[in-house]
Structure formats: C-alpha cells, structure tokens
C-alpha cells in the first residue's frame, strides 16, 4: 500500500498527506477499520478520525440534531476541528441563529461555504425561484457544486447520517470511502438512532433547532420545507410535490 495511505493503529496520531488514491488496499483498509470500530461510540469513532485525519478532518453541517450532536461531541473531543455549512440563502433564520449559539456556547465558528451567485443574482439569471421549477438543478448549483469545491483538500469528514434513516442509508459504513466527493466519510452516528440522538440532546442540552418543537423533523432551506402531520413521514416535508426527498449530497 501507498505511504500516503498508510493507516496507523487505532489511536496513532499520524498525519497522511495528500493525496487520498481510492487504491484497493486503502479501501480495504478503511472496511477493516469500520468492521473494528462497528461496536464504538460515536466519540470513539470521532477520535479515531481526529487521530488519523487531523488536520484534514473537516466536517459540514445543515445544524439537524445529529450535526449538532457531532458538534457537541467534537467540542470535547477536538473543538480545532474545522465545521462548515452550505449557505444556500434560503435558510431559515432560525437555522442561521444556531451558528451564533454554537459560537457562544462551544467557541466553534462554523464557515458559511456560499454559492458564487447571491440569491438575487441566480433568480435574476433564472427568470425567478429556480427551487420553484427545477429543485434538482437549485440543490446542484446552491449546495453540491459548493459542495464539491468545499471538500477539496480534505481527506476525511464526518457525516451526520444515521442507517435507520432510509434503506440508501441502511448501507453506510462507519468509514469509508466517498466517492462522489474523493475523501473518507465517517459517520460516527450510523448506529444510533432518533431516539438515541434525542436523549443526548436532552440530557446534555445541546441547542438544537426550535423549528422541531413547531412540526418540522426535517428542516432544509425555507422554500422548500413545510411542517409535517403526526403520523406522517419524517421528510415528507422536504420538498413537497416533487419526487423529491434527498438534495444528492449522501445519495450514491
Ligand atoms: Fe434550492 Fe430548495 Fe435545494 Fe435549497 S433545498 S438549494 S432552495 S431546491
């Protein structure tokens, strides 16, 4: 295997230097890494990657419970670790009001990664609300081709997801390799479930979203998000009359 690869035992504290290569050793390396960490908590999974990826170990953030729960585990662990979120311009005030709380209660200034053109200047050139039209093409141009540009140089982040979410999901390794964006995914949360992310929330009294308590389990930017009924599918409220439930940053 390449040196660049090299993976130290668990707990070393090695930097890799770039680049990553996808190689079949690296990614048989990462599968037994994941395989020996499958039974660790989230914190522990979270440290592995701060030792192995640091400091090219970034992670973004919608601010949903369980980002907000690695933020929350990442301020103990390694509060350096650098957090950013795609500001799309159409988030809702509240979201951007947990920027400022996660500043104020754990010292970790999330960056705001924007779109080249401002919200005015992409409806100006798109005839009106292109989230209206073609919510595909909005979620590419204001969050996956930012995206994109955000993950380069990196070679791992962290990634909310939890494999109960959606049968897409149910398949996530621990760590792995990333291929839609070429860096190592690791989602220290695939074991845990709502219910698990809700009670260290509550006990540990991480701010989260208020928008949950009036309806919304799932919240994206503004126009393209509702509240949902009781009884009704948690992102049901995610774009609402499309055929639409993922913006593509964790589909395959
Ligand atoms: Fe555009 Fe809606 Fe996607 Fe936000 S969620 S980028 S407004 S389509």
């Given amino acids: 295997k390449s040196a660049a690869n090299a993976i130290p035992e668990m707990g070393g504290a090695r930097v890799a230097e770039p680049p990553?290569?996808?190689?079949?050793?690296?990614?048989?390396?990462?599968?037994?890494?994941?395989?020996?960490?499958?039974?660790?908590?989230?914190?522990?999974?979270?440290?592995?990657?701060?030792?192995?990826?640091?400091?090219?170990?970034?992670m973004a953030t919608a601010f949903g419970p369980e980002g907000m729960t690695i933020i929350h585990m990442l301020a103990e662990i390694a509060p350096e670790t650098p957090v950013f979120n795609l500001e799309t311009g159409?988030?809702?005030?509240?979201?951007?009001?947990?920027?400022?709380?996660?500043?104020?209660?754990?010292?970790?200034?999330?960056?705001?990664?924007?779109?080249?053109?401002?919200?005015?200047?992409?409806?100006?050139?798109?005839?009106?609300?292109?989230y209206l039209t073609d919510p595909n093409r909005c979620c590419f141009e204001r969050k996956l081709r930012v995206l994109h540009q955000a993950a380069r140089g990196w070679h791992a982040w962290?990634?909310?997801?939890?494999?109960?979410?959606s049968e897409d999901r149910a398949r996530a390794p621990i760590v792995g390799w990333d291929k839609k964006f070429q860096l190592v995914k690791i989602s220290p949360l695939a074991n845990w479930t709502k219910n698990d992310v809700w009670s260290l929330i509550m006990k540990e009294k991480?701010?989260?979203?208020?928008?949950?308590?009036?309806?919304?389990?799932?919240?994206?930017?503004?126009?393209?998000?509702?509240?949902?009924?009781?009884?009704?599918?948690?992102?049901?409220?995610?774009?609402?009359?499309?055929?639409?439930?993922?913006?593509?940053?964790?589909?395959?």
């Fill in 90 to 130: 159409y988030q809702f005030q509240e979201t951007l009001q947990l920027r400022e709380t996660v500043l104020e209660r754990y010292g970790i200034t999330v960056e705001y990664k924007y779109p080249e053109q401002t919200v005015e200047e992409f409806e100006a050139a798109n005839h009106g609300p292109v």
């Fill in 158 to 165: 962290a990634s909310a997801i939890r494999r109960d979410q």
């Fill in 206 to 252: 991480i701010p989260y979203n208020p928008l949950h308590d009036q309806g919304y389990p799932s919240i994206g930017c503004q126009p393209c998000t509702r509240s949902v009924l009781p009884g009704e599918d948690e992102r049901s409220g995610r774009w609402s009359g499309f055929q639409k439930t993922e913006c593509g940053l964790h589909s395959s």
């Fill in 20 to 58: 990553l290569e996808p190689t079949p050793e690296f990614l048989a390396e990462l599968q037994r890494e994941s395989d020996a960490l499958e039974n660790e908590t989230p914190q522990a999974i979270l440290k592995w990657a701060v030792d192995r990826f640091a400091p090219k170990f970034t």
